[in-house]
């Protein structure tokens, strides 16, 4: 698909809501199919491939997004085409290569395949492609969820940006690490989420005070995955809530 029809794409699927086109695998494919595939070389000599949405424009803050324990797959190409809707360069990893998780079982062992030191060059060589991309003003932030709501506080921790999203993901990093953060991060967490729970967001709370850095926390009556549509426990109204604050977040330190 080239640019033009990629932008005739996403100005078609610009006046139906997020939710709608989430959960209706067929708008969800054409959504998808709106990014365009780009391909680099790491820091390290790796290659790796993410899915680029529609370009703004005009110079706009940049977007690193990073997957679910699923992988790259068409709900997260769709995210990047919604923050370009919203005026970002978005820019959607794959830390799979290439491959994608259709059940639980195949999900976790993905997730359990990814290199630690694999991951963090494939984030923060993006991080730096965005950086000197030119439909891009120089600013990125970081989003992710639940896998990658951690890696978006690793790659933020390994190569600073100007802002971090994390949706209930995995936060462990000790004050140490998390003095070497440039810019604040904003945390959606679940109260029934069993595994990023209070306990563990509170010890964050503790070292990011203790390391000087500034963390904006928001708690929703919801369990984990609460902003997915495609998942049993998806919350509409608390996925609105927090979109919106997203976005209020990144436009005040992307702009």
């Given at each position: 698909?080239n640019?033009?029809?990629r932008?005739?794409?996403l100005t078609?699927l610009?006046?139906?809501p997020?939710?709608?086109?989430l959960?209706?695998?067929r708008?969800?494919?054409?959504?998808?199919?709106?990014?365009e595939?780009?391909?680099i070389?790491?820091?390290?000599?790796?290659?790796?491939?993410?899915?680029?949405?529609?370009?703004?424009?005009?110079?706009?803050?940049?977007?690193?997004?990073i997957?679910?324990?699923?992988?790259l797959?068409?709900?997260?190409?769709?995210?990047?085409?919604?923050?370009a809707?919203?005026?970002?360069?978005?820019?959607?990893v794959?830390?799979?290569?290439?491959?994608?998780?259709?059940?639980?079982?195949?999900?976790?062992a993905?997730?359990?395949?990814?290199?630690?030191?694999a991951?963090t060059?494939v984030?923060?060589?993006?991080?730096?492609?965005?950086?000197?991309h030119?439909s891009?003003?120089g600013?990125?932030g970081?989003?992710?969820?639940?896998?990658?709501?951690?890696?978006?506080?690793?790659?933020?921790?390994?190569?600073p940006?100007?802002?971090?999203?994390?949706?209930?993901?995995?936060?462990?990093?000790?004050?140490a690490?998390?003095?070497?953060?440039k810019?604040?991060v904003?945390?959606?967490?679940a109260?029934?989420?069993e595994w990023i729970?209070k306990?563990?967001?509170?010890?964050?709370?503790?070292?990011?005070?203790?390391a000087g850095r500034?963390?904006?926390?928001?708690?929703?009556?919801?369990?984990?995955?609460?902003?997915?549509?495609?998942?049993?426990?998806?919350d509409?109204?608390?996925?609105?809530?927090?979109?919106?604050?997203?976005?209020?977040?990144?436009k005040?330190?992307?702009?």
């Open positions: 698909m640019a033009i029809a932008r005739r794409l078609g610009a006046a139906a997020l939710a709608a086109i959960a209706d695998p708008r969800k494919a054409a959504a998808a199919a709106a990014v595939d780009v391909t070389a790491t820091e390290g000599g790796q290659r790796t491939t993410g899915a680029l949405a529609p370009l703004p424009a005009a110079p706009a803050g940049t977007v690193l997004l997957h679910e324990w699923w992988g797959n068409d709900s997260i190409k769709t995210m990047a085409v919604e923050f809707k919203e005026g970002y360069v978005a820019l959607a794959d830390l799979y290569g290439g491959k994608v998780g259709t059940d639980p079982a195949g999900a976790e993905l997730m359990k395949g990814v290199d630690a030191a991951a060059d984030l923060v060589s993006w991080a730096d492609w965005l950086r000197g030119g891009g003003n600013k990125v970081t989003v992710g969820w639940c896998f990658g709501g951690g890696w978006s506080l690793n790659a933020s921790i390994a190569a940006v100007d802002a971090t999203v994390i949706y209930y993901g995995r936060v462990e990093q000790p004050a690490e998390l003095a070497k953060l810019g604040p904003l945390g959606h967490f109260t029934q989420d729970n306990a563990m967001v509170g010890g964050f709370e503790a070292a990011m005070g203790e500034s963390f904006e926390t928001h708690w929703y009556e919801a369990n984990h995955a609460f902003a997915n549509p495609s998942s049993g426990r998806y509409e109204e608390d996925a609105k809530l927090s979109w919106s604050r997203t976005l209020d977040f990144l005040a330190h992307l702009a």
